[in-house]
């Protein structure tokens, strides 16, 4: 008598490894050190920034300017700075010796960024200034930098610092451009830009640190 085989048709399970557990994601704070937060803008306008336990206090206009005038230096030293042309050409009413003054320093001017021209004896047609000003474009802007620059080039002494003069010396005139106010929000990224740079803050023209003791 035949003995018949049967098969189980039943399928086998097959085992799969368990899955490992999703890594956990970091806190920004353990990837990029303590978190900064923007706490209050104050007139000036001054922003209030909290870094770990540490209150920094940011004037906006003095940041602007020393950051502007470390990258025009950087772009000197690259051989050029970036210049941004007028959309409309400004004209700047001055005396025929401070039109004077302005021309003869004309090739160091545009080196670092700020075309201009001869407007009849008593004007400055300016067409272009310096890429890192933004903001410094309209009009009375344009104004208020040919009023910085030419009373640098009056007081301009050799007994300067060596950074101050020429070249640097006109790029930290420049730098001190008003335009319109920062926002209060690039106040964090600039101290994030130079915490990142690893950066001394209580160095900064601009910042100042408050620990926890000096505002109790």
């Known amino acids: 008598q035949r003995q018949m085989c049967i098969r189980d048709s039943t399928p086998t399970q097959r ?15 353990s990837v990029e050190g ?3 937060s923007l706490l209050t803008c104050l007139p000036g306008p001054v ?4 870094w770990g336990d540490t209150v920094v206090s940011v004037d906006l206009r003095r940041l602007r300017s020393h950051l502007v005038y470390e990258r025009l230096v950087a772009e000197l ?9 007028l959309l409309a050409p400004v004209v700047v009413r001055r005396s025929a010796r401070d039109v004077e003054l302005c021309l003869s320093r004309a090739p160091a001017l545009q080196e670092l960024g700020v075309v201009l021209e001869a407007f009849g004896e008593d004007a400055l047609l300016v067409r272009a200034v310096p890429a890192q ?3 410094c474009v309209d009009e009375p802007d344009i104004d208020d930098l040919v009023d910085k620059m030419v009373a640098w080039l009056r007081v301009e002494s050799p007994a300067k610092e060596a950074e101050q003069t020429g070249t640097h010396g006109i790029a930290a005139v420049l730098s001190q451009a008003q335009g319109a106010d920062p926002a209060p929000r690039l106040a ?7 915490i990142e740079q690893e950066r001394d803050l209580s160095k ?9 003791e000096d505002l109790t």
Do not use: H, N, Y
């Not at 922003?47 to 909290?50: E, N, V």
């Not at 030293?77 to 042309?85: E, F, I, P, R, T």
């Not at 900064?204 to 926890?212: D, K, L, T, W």
């Open 15 to 29: 085992e799969f490894p368990t899955p490992a557990a999703a890594p956990q994601p970091r806190s920004a704070e």
């Open 34 to 36: 303590p978190a900064l």
């Open 47 to 50: 922003a209030m920034l909290r």
């Open 77 to 85: 030293g690259g051989g050029s700075v970036g210049a941004q042309g």
């Open 133 to 135: 000003l933004k903001d």
């Open 188 to 194: 964090r990224r600039w101290v994030r830009e130079l």
């Open 204 to 212: 900064v023209p601009g910042i100042r640190c408050f620990e926890p």
